[in-house]
């Protein structure tokens, strides 16, 4: 794919924009991103999922979430939440628990949620959904025995055996 600024040289650098559900695509030459100011990965100036971090970070969550920015800071440590804005990456691992309140406003507006799913092929992704809702399915099961709710328990037996078999198939 050639560069669509200067047209002549092969794109390396591909960018998506998408704002307001508008979804923008750039393709450009390494020579013409360092004239439009565009960080280079693995140069001097090159692009950091930190900085990445710092500038979503900027975006205070909505008021009401407890203390405010720079008084929150982790027992472990000492890094405050100001601090971890500045530089983008936390100081140890107890900072995620206790900068956790802050932090799931953040994943949810760059993941959509503030769990990890995964991704999964598409030339095997129906199996492994199956094996997924099985898994889920035999928790709620235990649930369900435990809480001596067994017609539940019976309904979710049927649709166990029903995805086995069909995991079986495959």
Avoid: W
């Avoid at 692009?47 to 472990?76: M, N, V, W, Y």
């Avoid at 809702?133 to 035999?138: A, E, M, Q, Y």
Wanted: hydrophobic share 30%; proline share 4%.
């Amino acid at each position: 794919m050639l560069c669509q600024e200067c047209g002549a040289k092969q794109a390396t650098l591909h960018f998506t924009k998408i704002v307001n559900g508008e979804k923008t695509e750039f393709h450009i030459c390494e020579s013409c991103a360092r004239e439009k100011g565009e960080g280079i990965p693995g140069t001097a100036n090159g692009f950091s999922i930190h900085s990445l971090l710092s500038g979503l970070l900027e975006f205070e969550p909505s008021a009401g979430l407890g203390p405010k920015p720079q008084t929150i800071r982790c027992d472990e440590c000492g890094l405050t939440y100001s601090q971890f804005r500045k530089i983008g990456r936390f100081g140890c691992n107890s900072c995620y628990k206790h900068f956790s309140d802050r932090l799931d406003p953040l994943f949810k507006r760059v993941h959509g949620s503030t769990s990890h799913v995964g991704k999964i092929p598409k030339r095997t992704g129906g199996q492994i959904e199956c094996r997924r809702k099985l898994d889920s399915l035999k928790k709620e099961l235990h649930h369900h025995i435990e809480q001596e709710e067994f017609e539940q328990a019976a309904n979710i037996r049927d649709q166990i055996r029903e995805l086995e078999s069909k995991i079986t198939d495959v």
